[in-house]
């Protein structure tokens, strides 16, 4: 299994641009999640997901969008990048093996830059 | 703002010590986790911790929990320079959870000096 895996590892955008994040995991996982961590902190919640087609909000959602159409796959949206979106982006997955207990598993992340 | 909050927030320690991080956080929990980040990577889960459970251990970790003060502790014991990580901690939403939402906390970046 490749576990989580995140496109690209790099990107630099000018403010205004958009693009999306790649994010997909090959263990089954029903839940997946996007965090951002800026220097020095710890990782903030985006958005997440409970199963394909089914998305929320996390603590920091605002100038992002998620969907889930497959299980595998849950790209982030920047729709108009500000240089406040500057961070490191790290997509993870979880299952569930008893009633409310979550391991997650991240990707590498994906370091933004945003000028 | 941020469900949990390590202490200390570095640590410096020689080779073969013991390192203990501290973690408070403020509201119930089903569980903590603590997770490992070695500097540019993703995060490594290293334990879990259940909000029945008062110790767990796994290899040269030791993990405690205390409910009723709202903390818990991750000891490394022996500590090898390849332990030089950040170290978080992370807990659920309680029974409000959605089972995947994780708060983490600030995390201890831990050095051991060979």
């Known amino acids: 299994n490749a576990g989580v895996t995140q496109t690209p590892k790099f990107q630099v955008l000018k403010t205004g641009q958009s693009m999306t994040l790649q994010c997909a995991q090959d263990?089954?996982?029903?839940?997946m999640s996007w965090y951002r961590q800026d220097p020095g902190m710890g990782l903030r919640l985006i958005h997440y997901s409970v199963g394909a087609g089914i998305t929320d909000q996390g603590e920091v959602p605002n100038g992002y969008n998620v969907s889930r159409s497959t299980t595998e796959d849950f790209p982030l949206r920047l729709l108009s990048a500000a240089p406040s979106q500057t961070s490191v982006y790290f997509c993870?997955?979880?299952?569930?093996?008893?009633?409310?207990?979550?391991?997650?598993?991240f990707g590498p992340g994906t370091r933004l830059t945003v000028t | 703002s941020q469900q949990g909050e390590e202490d200390p927030q570095a640590l410096s320690i020689q080779e073969g010590e013991n390192a203990t991080m501290n973690c408070s956080y403020k509201?119930?929990?089903?569980?903590l986790q603590w997770y490992r980040q070695n500097s540019g990577r993703g995060l490594v889960h290293l334990i879990l911790?259940?909000?029945?459970?008062r110790e767990k251990h796994s290899g040269r970790l030791r993990v405690t929990l205390d409910t009723s003060k709202k903390s818990s502790s991750l000891l490394i014991t022996a500590s090898r320079a390849a332990d030089t990580a950040s170290y978080f901690c992370a807990t659920d939403g309680g029974s409000n959870n959605a089972g995947n939402m994780l708060t983490f906390g600030g995390g201890t970046r831990l050095m051991v000096k060979p």
């Open positions: 911790i259940r909000s029945n459970e």
């Open positions: 509201t119930s929990i089903n569980n």
């Open positions: 263990m089954n996982h029903e839940y």
């Open positions: 993870a997955s979880s299952y569930s093996y008893s009633e409310l207990t979550y391991e997650q598993y």
